[in-house]
Structure formats: structure tokens, C-alpha cells
């Protein structure tokens, strides 16, 4: 098969599963890499992207985002790249570099951030994919390619808000303890907080401690809930779907702050917020330099996921087993496609 043809997994219409399919290599433009994709992880946010959740999504669409490979060719403008670095691709594979959020070395608030993303034209879920060479980061060389993929995406967004906002907090609750949360309380453990892990999942509590968290509590004991009354600085919320907020928000301390990373459903009585002047707001990837920042504070930790590793080939019973929320805790593909 030539060379200027690229094997891939692609959706063909929303909430399909993904077939076999191929397309024409884009062409690279002044700042762009071409990299050969080694092993991509699998996030919600391509499950999401499939069903078009965003609203967003054009089909055929290939995913993919957490992504590890080698340079095969740049671009003509002067750039830091050559062929063979190995390097890591997250959401963001370009911004505008012109907006006003760009200027200020904050890519992931591009005014123009849907065209930002990776997977245009065509994700990871294939051989190669393109990207502008500034946002593809050089991974450690003691960082294996697994670990390297589910940090481009899932470990750039929960250290982000940890260093952002937890700098004078103490006392931090991370809800929910899978692909995101388990990372987060890692992290958080490193920066050196006191980390609570609060999951729908009592049996998750030893494997949360495991990763350094220094408490527990079941999201649905009320009784636990109770007697953490305004307890926390801030709570991290790493989880998708329902949550029940009410009781969540009486464990906050006056003027406390709930950080969405996840993509949770937000329905409460708003008493609490507004009388104890509470705080919700979102936290998106990161920037550049954070990236950076990131991978090394994660290489000298020992942060790492848990991983289950699959063939490129077995996408499809990839996602199936994320949707049944049976993998601990994220996957990550190693690209078995054959020209």
C-alpha cells in the first residue's frame, strides 16, 4: 500500500462502531509534524465524540488523542523536532496561536478551539496522524509509551487544576475513582495535600489508598458525609453522570471551590452555594509549558496509570468494556495496523 495512504479506525456515523478505513495522508503544512502512532489511549472524551455529544463531531470521524509515536517528517518552518524523536500528542494538536488567550501562552482557551483538536482530520485510532510540531511534547526516555499516551491527556487534565488551584488548600476531596481520579490522587498526593477519595464504589477504597489517598468515603453513606462537614478546601470532581451534589456541597468549607473536570450532570438546590458562597468552575487540559511541567513532576514521582493493554484491532471491545465501566482504569491501544 502506498505510503501516502494511512490505515485507521473510523466511525461513519454517530454511535456506530468503528470500522477498518483509509485515507489520504494530509499533506504537511510550514509548522507541522507527521508522527507514527505507537500506542494511543483510549478516553471517554472519544466515546463521547463517537455519539457526538459535543455536537461537534464530523463523520466519517477517527479518534483518538492520547497519543505516543515517532516523528517521521516536519514541516519547513524551524523547529525542535527532527525524525525519530519520540513524542506525545493530547486533545490539542494546533490553536490559532493569534487569539488573545493564544498570545498569552494559554492554547487550551483558543477562542477557536474545535478546530484545535487532535483528531481533525483524523485521530490516533490509526497510523499517523499531523499535528502542528509545537504541540507535539517529548516524552522522557525512561517513560514508557503506555504511560506516556494516558498522561497527554487524562494526567495534563487533573494535574492542572491541582497546581492551579489547590496551592493554599489543604484538604482536597477527589470525586470518583477511575480513568481520571485515580491519576488525581496520585498527583495530589505528591504535591503533598490531604487527599480524600470519595467514590459511588465502597470497593474501590483499598485501591484508592493504595494510590495515597489518605481517606475514604462512600459517596452514598450519608452518615460518612456528615461528619466531614465543612472539611474541604476544594473538591475535584473526576466523575461523569449523576452526582448527588447536596450532601457534597455541605462538606465544603465556606468560600470552597468545586473543580469539574469530568462531564458530570449538575442539579442541586442552590441554598448551599449561595449562602456559603461557594465556587464551581471547569479546568480544560492545560497549556504548553504545563505539559511540559507535567510529564517531568510525573517521571520523578512515579506517577503512572493503571493500564490494561490492547491491540489496535480490538477497538471496538476497547470501548465496549469502557461503557460497562470494566476496566481499571484506562486502556490503551498498541497500534497493531499493517500497511
Known sequence: MSASIVLGYAAMAVRQSLVPFTFEAPKLGEYEARVSVSHCGLCFTDIHAIDDYYDITEFPFVPGHEIVGYVSEVGSSLSNLKEGDRVGIGWMGRSCMKCEWCIKGEEQLCQHIVQ?????????????????????????????????????????????????????????????????????????????????????????????????????????DKASLRQHEFGFDMLLCTAHGEVHWEPLLEILKKRGKIVLIGFPMMKFNPTDLVAHELSITGSFMGNRATMKEMLSFSQKHNIKPLIELMPMSQINEAIQKVKENKVRYRVVLANDLTR
Open 116 to 220: 484545535a483538536a487532535t483528531w481533525l482530520p483524523y485521530g490516533g485510532f490509526s497510523n499517523s496522524v499531523v499535528v502542528d510540531n509545537r504541540f507535539a511534547h517529548p516524552i522522557p526516555d525512561e517513560m514508557p509509551s503506555e504511560v506516556a499516551s494516558v498522561l497527554m491527556c487524562a494526567g495534563i487534565s487533573v494535574y492542572t487544576p491541582l497546581r492551579l488551584y489547590a496551592q493554599s488548600s489543604r484538604r482536597i476531596g477527589i470525586i470518583g475513582v477511575g480513568g481520571l481520579g485515580h491519576l488525581a490522587i496520585q498527583f495530589a498526593h505528591a504535591f503533598g495535600y490531604d487527599v480524600t477519595a470519595i467514590s459511588s464504589s465502597p470497593e474501590k477504597k483499598e485501591e484508592a489508598l493504595a494510590f495515597g489517598a489518605d481517606h475514604f468515603i462512600a459517596s452514598d
